[in-house]
């Protein structure tokens, strides 16, 4: 889902040039409690022009995940750039 909102966003397709690839290594922070669970993922994307990274912040609870934040960054230096915001 994180991949397919980046995608649909014009200014990372822009900035990446169209067809965004993701990568094999995705980072993950996971805690899990008996009623939620709340994850933080990195994921490297890249495309024809260059790369960036998704960032996602998302919450299970009843059974439904929701995210909290995406975001994206082209580098390490450059601000994040909201994706999307659900908080």
């Known amino acids: 889902m994180a991949i ?3 995608e649909s966003n014009p200014a ?13 290594f995705i980072s993950e ?4 409690s008996v009623s939620s669970s709340h994850t933080d993922l990195s994921i ?3 495309g024809p022009r260059g790369k ?3 960032y996602a912040v998302v ?3 009843a059974g ?3 995210f909290e934040s995406l975001d994206s960054a082209f580098d390490q230096t450059s601000s994040r750039m909201t994706v999307l915001n659900e908080g």
């Open 52 to 54: 960036a990274t998704i």
């Open 59 to 61: 919450q299970k609870s």
């Open 44 to 46: 490297p994307v890249s």
């Open 4 to 6: 397919a909102a980046a």
């Open 12 to 24: 990372i397709r822009q900035r990446l040039g169209g067809l965004i690839k993701r990568s094999f």
């Open 64 to 66: 439904l995940w929701k």
């Open 29 to 32: 922070n996971t805690d899990i």
